[in-house]
């Protein structure tokens, strides 16, 4: 009830393994593009229940070699072909201001990806794709059919202390993300989503009219001593509060 009236909004909500998305603004359930497209009101008010692809087709690094690498242009477009409808990705910024689709703030070796170019980065990972080039994908996926699909939810990753230890890069991750959407004309088929409350609302003042998500952890219910309890790891508690009372 605190976040309803401090947002003034209705809340859809989708939860998934042990954590949960709220949906930090209205659509429509009749929404239609003029182009003939898919919509995020269209996938939302659907037949449920619906698959919800994770980093694209699921987690998967080098794993399972019957599977494409997670967050590639390869794995968004099997989770599409398999009839799923939201497909998430996660998304980080490179220091000449690049979003790019990859799960960690750094490279196994612990190189900070916001410490590299993009040039940089793909030499050393020429699996990670531009944002932009994911975002095509997701369009080819989102004409009218028997189904609705084509929606990708991009999750803004919080940055890591060791990368960030100012949250010096948020605003200019968010920039990268909102031009990339724009750029593909993707405004009403993406979700902004984080875990950071601050993000999701630079979102709202970058992008205010692209739909927003705020997911949630368990351990962000809890406090710094519960967590060490549970985990044997040793928490220190960043206040990142913007008035929904989430750690």
Not at 6 to 30: E, N
Not at 126 to 133: A, D, F, T
Request: net charge negative.
């Amino acid at each position: 009830m605190r976040i309803t009236r401090a947002l003034g909004t209705r809340i859809v909500v989708v939860a998934f393994l042990a954590a949960a998305v709220l949906l930090l603004q209205p659509v429509s359930a009749a929404a239609q593009g003029a182009s003939g497209q898919w919509e995020l009101g269209d996938v939302l008010s659907g037949p449920v229940p619906f698959a919800f692809g994770h980093r694209g087709f699921g987690a998967n690094l080098v794993e399972d070699p019957n599977r494409p690498i997670e967050n590639t242009m390869e794995s968004v477009r099997l989770a599409y072909r398999s009839g799923i409808r939201i497909v998430e990705v996660d998304v980080q910024v490179t220091v000449d201001g690049r979003a790019v689709v990859f799960h960690d703030d750094f490279l196994p070796d612990f190189i900070c990806i916001n410490g590299l170019t993009y040039d940089e980065l793909v030499a050393l990972n020429p699996n990670i794709p531009k944002l932009g080039h994911v975002l095509n994908v997701a369009s080819s996926f989102t004409r009218r059919g028997d189904t609705p699909q084509g929606v990708i939810a991009i999750e803004i990753k919080t940055p890591a202390p060791p990368c960030d230890p100012l949250d010096l890069t948020e605003l200019a991750l968010v920039q990268a993300v909102v031009h990339d959407v724009r750029q593909a004309r993707m405004t009403d088929q993406v979700i902004l989503e984080s875990f950071s409350p601050a993000i999701v609302q630079i979102a709202a003042e970058v992008a205010p009219e692209m739909p927003r998500a705020l997911a949630m952890s368990i351990l962000q219910f809890l406090s710094a001593e519960q967590v060490e309890a549970e985990t044997g790891l040793v928490v220190t508690p960043i206040s990142k509060d913007v008035g929904l009372g989430l750690q």
